[in-house]
């Protein structure tokens, strides 16, 4: 015991002594974890600047009720605790295995990146992202949009009247413009990163898959990325996509607005053989009887040839939305 250590009385010195020792062990645990985390002081200081919160102040929080989840990160319900909005929070799990940290990371950095960046009525809004006292997670603080996802309006009244099809998509089409305006491709363009308010308006959401591109890199991705049923035929062979890819899942999720149904899903329900179909040369799926004009853009969006599908602004210079 070191000088000055003073013992109250009825106290045992040995469970003080334990705890300061447990205290240092995990001191030294978080120590670790932050050098895998942050493997030089430049990463852990660019991400401490990316993290800064887009309005110049921080937003205290209380997490809520789980409201998503997907494969990598849950979606909580939180309350701004100084004003009562009610936000979205992303939550980014950390895995334990030193491997997988990194690559984690970066994930993640990436979409916050990207997140921070868009400023769009059509798309979700970002405030800040906190990386926990634990080091075990990273909290990104979204718009909460309470309508829930298009997902969700599909599965409770199936398929869509034209004339929601026609807000629904105009507005998707807005925020899919923006995006390529500002070199970013979706890349997982599907109902369920669809946000739908309650007074109808659209924000498109989960950039985890997105790319953007820079000025010195060409506008073309190799990776395979997406949700199989609305993922573009070049991404599937990984031949290379680009902007269009994302013209492919709007012509996908038009197909399901107007069935009520995902495409390729009348063939099977098994991943791996929906992208087999995507992936042979001349197959397209069944498109719906609909409206003529709306049948049209549909069969534009999923031609093959990603060089010959239409760009957000010809889309919305269609007979389809003039009328």
């Known amino acids: 015991m070191g000088t000055g250590c003073i013992y109250k009385i009825g106290h045992n010195p040995n469970t003080q002594t334990e705890g300061i020792n447990l205290e240092k062990t995990n001191v030294i645990k978080l120590n670790l974890r932050k050098k895998q985390i942050f493997q030089t002081q430049f990463s852990e200081a660019s991400f401490m600047e990316l ?3 887009r309005s110049g102040t921080h937003i205290k929080w209380r997490r809520g009720d789980l409201i998503g989840e997907g494969a990598y990160a ?3 319900q939180c309350l701004n605790i100084i004003t009562g909005e009610l936000l979205a929070l992303k939550t980014f799990y950390i895995s334990e ?9 970066q994930q993640m950095r990436k979409e916050i990146r990207v997140l921070k960046t868009l400023n769009h009525e059509n798309v979700v809004h970002y405030y800040q992202a906190d990386l926990s006292e634990d080091l075990k997670s990273v909290d990104i603080l979204l718009e909460y949009v309470p309508g829930g996802s298009l997902k969700s309006i599909l599965i409770k009244y199936k398929s869509l009247e034209i004339s929601v099809i026609k807000n629904y998509s105009r507005q998707l089409l807005r ?9 970013i491709i979706h890349r997982d363009l599907k109902p369920a990163n669809v946000l739908i308010s309650p007074t109808g308006m ?14 010195l890199e060409s506008n073309l991705s190799k990776s395979l990325k997406g949700s199989p049923y609305w993922m573009a035929p070049e991404v599937v062979r990984m031949e290379g996509h680009s902007f269009s890819a994302d013209i492919w899942s709007f012509g996908c999720i038009l197909i399901e607005m107007v069935s009520g149904k995902p495409p390729w899903s009348n063939y099977s329900n098994d991943s791996k053989a929906v992208m087999e179909l995507i992936s042979k040369e001349g197959l397209l799926p069944d498109i719906p009887s609909t409206e003529p004009l709306l049948q049209e853009i549909i069969t534009h ?5 990603p060089n010959e599908r ?6 919305l210079e269609s007979e389809f939305f003039k009328n």
Request: glycine fraction near 4%; aromatic fraction near 10%.
């Open 202 to 215: 659209l924000k498109l959401t989960d950039f985890g898959s997105s790319k953007q591109f820079d000025d």
């Open 51 to 53: 993290t800064t919160p």
């Open 97 to 105: 295995n030193p491997r997988k940290i990194e690559r984690e990371f």
């Open 301 to 305: 969006c999923v031609n093959r040839n």
């Open 74 to 76: 849950k979606v909580y």
């Open 310 to 315: 239409p760009s957000p602004p010809e889309l």
């Open 175 to 183: 925020g899919l413009n923006y995006l390529h305006d500002n070199k």
